[in-house]
């Protein structure tokens, strides 16, 4: 397929953007309902990558499509070894096998970072992101009930886990 996923850039983050904000306006993948900045994702970047997490980027013939990474689950110490993961693929290079390539790698990243559990909230309509999660390793945990609002309708949110 010619798909080489890479730790991403600062240069990347432009690329990054435009597959976040494609999502916010127009998917359930996110819960956000505005488009962010540059500066605002530049800024979560910086944060990621301080903090010791990982940001990939899957690039295909040299155009990014897709980006994965995790992050604190919560921020009580409790919650210390358990991430979130967030993956998201650009429109034209879904159902390719990016999300695929993009989440596999995060499971043993996060083993060696002696995180126990990695956790996926995900709109309970989309099935596609549902079938990678699983595909991957991780199982129902539990159910939101209209828990998101977002295009003017309420949404169930599914709980991901998977153990390390």
Known sequence: MGLDVRQAVREDMPAVL???NDAVLNTMATADIEPQTLETRLAWFEERTAAGFPVLVAEFEGVIAGWSSF?????????RFTVENSVYVAAGNRRKGVGTALLRPLIPIA???NMHSIVALVDASNSASISLHKRCGFSEAGRLQQAVYKFNRWNDVLLLQCML
């Open 111 to 113: 083993a060696n970072m």
């Open 71 to 79: 992050g604190r689950f919560h921020n009580r110490p409790g919650y």
């Open 18 to 20: 435009d597959i976040y």
